[in-house]
Nanobody, 131 residues
Framework: LHLVESGGGLVQPGGSLRLSCAASGFAQDYLDEYSIGWFRQAPGKEREGVSCISGKDGSTYYGDSVKDRFTISMDSAKKLVYLQMNGLKPEDTAVYYC??????????????????????RGQGTQVTVSS
């Protein structure tokens, strides 16, 4: 399983971005066995779970700091996971990663210790919110 993020960039406060996570290297229905999540890490800070989704039933989880602003979705046919980010704030600035894990439920995927090593993780995409 190989994950590649895209869609990051520089945006003004209040703006929007949509991140994409492309999964490859496995059969389409294999994604059903995974929880997939978006995470972020700013310099000097621990990894933070942003939003996670179940490949099996599409259930979702959001971190408190992004509720009502971010939306996670999945296109199983295309093996893509999106993170729509609206109302961006300077404190959202970070490298955003997507990750997949076969052994965690969707909420656990997002709230587990930052020391946990996910089964698969992409290289990340930089999001900078600044005027």
């Amino acid at each position: 399983l190989h994950l590649v993020e895209s869609g990051g960039g520089l945006v003004q406060p209040g703006g929007s971005l949509r991140l994409s996570c492309a999964a490859s290297g496995f059969a389409q229905d294999y994604l059903d066995e995974y929880s997939i999540g978006w995470f972020r890490q700013a310099p000097g800070k621990e990894r933070e779970g942003v939003s996670c989704i179940s490949g099996k039933d599409g259930s979702t989880y959001y971190g408190d700091s992004v509720k009502d602003r971010f939306t996670i979705s999945m296109d199983s046919a295309k093996k893509l996971v999106y993170l729509q980010m609206n109302g961006l704030k300077p404190e959202d600035t970070a490298v955003y990663y997507c990750a997949a894990d076969k052994f965690l439920a969707v909420q656990a995927m997002c709230v587990i210790s930052s020391k946990y090593v996910y089964g698969y993780r992409g290289q990340g995409t930089q999001v900078t919110v600044s005027s």
